[in-house]
């Protein structure tokens, strides 16, 4: 299938400071990539959908100041947890659509 | 997307098949069922997919009922890396529509 690799797999920053999460369809090309994020013991919950070239959708209660969306390519999306807090570590997993959605391995980001 | 009900969670001895079901109710005419797991801090990965005829790939079978209410998917003979989440979903296919997760059924395979 489709290859779809994040960057870093996990990252601890402090509090305060900013995370840039990267998201690369390696072998296709994406116009749509959709941001997830997942706490311990819950299943994943989308953040946001990603267009190339154009502003990133939201879902309802996604703070999208806070979590800004670069889409510049057709193989890259961007995730910037701006001003990380405590409550914001969580793993991130983004994915791609190739008629099928392919994820990437996921970023466990840790806030101290 | 139509809602998928699922068993919380299931065990199977390895080397049994293991049958996990999927409650698909409202699925519309033009909506496939799609399985993903999900291994412990890993990424969902893709297993198979059907929209009313039986499937079978390298990874499972997908059993889907004449009425396409329900599913079951088969792992014909599971071995420990097979303990996952597995989600089964209901989405268009071939188009960039947002993959909607519920919480799966947690599949454990004892030695």
């Known amino acids: 299938g489709a290859v779809v690799s994040q960057h870093p797999s996990w990252v601890i920053c402090k509090s305060g400071t900013s995370v840039k999460i990267e998201c690369r369809s390696l072998?296709?090309?994406?116009?749509?990539m959709f941001w997830y994020r997942q706490f311990p013991k819950q299943s994943l919950m989308l953040m946001a959908t990603?267009?190339?070239?154009?502003?990133?959708?939201?879902e309802q209660g996604v703070e999208k100041d806070k979590f800004l969306i670069n889409h510049a390519s057709l193989t890259l999306s961007t995730l910037t947890v701006t001003s990380a807090h405590p409550e914001d570590s969580s793993f991130y997993i983004c994915?791609?659509?190739?008629?099928?959605?392919?994820f990437g391995q996921g970023t466990r980001l840790t806030v101290v | 997307d139509a809602k998928t009900t699922q068993p919380t969670s299931m065990d199977c001895a390895e080397g049994r098949a293991a049958n996990l079901p999927c409650n698909h109710s409202?699925?519309?005419?033009?909506?496939?069922v799609y399985w993903y797991r999900q291994i412990h801090s890993q990424g969902p990965q893709y297993i198979i997919h059907?929209?009313?005829n039986n499937e079978t790939n390298e990874m499972a079978s997908l059993i889907i009922t004449e009425d396409r209410k329900s599913s079951t998917l088969i792992l014909p003979h599971a071995t420990l890396r097979d303990t996952a989440v597995y989600y089964c979903?209901?989405?268009?296919?071939?188009?960039?529509?947002?993959?909607?997760f519920g919480k799966g059924t947690l599949l454990t395979v004892n030695p």
């Open positions: 994915s791609a659509i190739q008629v099928e959605a392919f």
């Open positions: 072998d296709f090309q994406a116009t749509t």
């Open positions: 990603s267009n190339e070239g154009s502003k990133a959708t939201y």
């Open positions: 409202t699925i519309s005419g033009n909506e496939y």
């Open positions: 059907g929209l009313k």
């Open positions: 979903i209901v989405r268009v296919r071939g188009s960039n529509y947002k993959l909607t």
